[in-house]
T-cell receptor
Framework: LAKTTQPISMDSYEGQEVNITCSHN???????ITWYQQFPSQGPRFIIQ???TKVTNEVASLFIPADRKSSTLSLPRVSLSDTAVYYC????????????FGPGTSLSVIP | ETGVTQTPRHLVMGMTNKKSLKCEQH?????MYWYKQSAKKPLELMFV???????ENNSVPSRFSPECPNSSHLFLHLHTLQPEDSALYLC?????????????FGPGTRLTVL
């Protein structure tokens, strides 16, 4: 499983766009990039997943450059309720693919 | 509601007690997971089951004993735990094993070992 690196923490004001970048230099050809959100004392929740270029859903956008060695989660116009830890995972779909949640990025949204 | 339920939600036990955590998923998934999350720490993967077979044991002490009687149920049997085992224990399920598969998490069991 490709190791990922993210900023430990970020602060943002309400209404701003937040971009969280994850580095995964050793990503394999078959690996997907998946982002989860976790609120305190709750289990993580899937946000978005992509393989290349750009993916958008009702919650976020995911930008993946051509070399796929990094990815950026974009949260448009954050609110206080977006304060959470965001995890980037990289891996495929095999029984040999370990699922590893790193430290994640703790996002604090300020009024 | 994620389709994954866990009981109990809170558990306080002494070091000599034996207790069990239960997880049930109503999603028709084939893979189930136990995670441990200590205060302000990342999730630690403990066990993985795929089609009822254990496929991963992440060097977990033997005082934690998992059981997966079928693809919908997962148990974590606890005995002679230590205070440092106090944590949030999360169960998750996914259609298949591997990071590509979206995991659905239960609400967790908050365990306190006295």
């Amino acid at each position: 499983l490709a190791k990922t690196t993210q900023p430990i923490s970020m602060d943002s004001y309400e209404g701003q766009e937040v971009n969280i970048t994850c580095s995964h230099n050793n990503i394999a050809t078959n690996d997907y990039i998946t982002w989860y959100q976790q609120f305190p004392s709750q289990g993580p929740r899937f946000i978005i997943q992509g393989y290349k270029t750009k993916v958008t859903n009702e919650v976020a956008s995911l930008f993946i450059p051509a070399d796929r060695k990094s990815s950026t989660l974009s949260l448009p116009r954050v609110s206080l309720s977006d304060t959470a830890v965001y995890y980037c995972l990289v891996g495929g779909d095999t029984s040999y693919d370990k699922v590893i949640f790193g430290p994640g990025t703790s996002l604090s949204v300020i009024p | 509601e994620t389709g994954v339920t866990q009981t109990p939600r809170h558990l306080v036990m002494g070091m000599t007690n034996k207790k069990s955590l239960k997880c049930e998923q109503h999603l028709g998934h084939n893979a189930m997971y136990w995670y441990k999350q200590s205060a302000k720490k990342p999730l630690e993967l403990m066990f993985v089951y795929n089609f009822k077979e254990q496929t991963e044991n992440n060097s977990v002490p033997s005082r934690f004993s998992p059981e997966c009687p079928n693809s919908s149920h997962l148990f974590l049997h606890l005995h002679t735990l230590q205070p440092e085992d106090s944590a949030l224990y999360l169960c998750a399920s996914s259609q298949g094993q591997g990071s590509e598969n979206e995991q659905f998490f239960g609400p967790g069991t908050r365990l306190t070992v006295l």
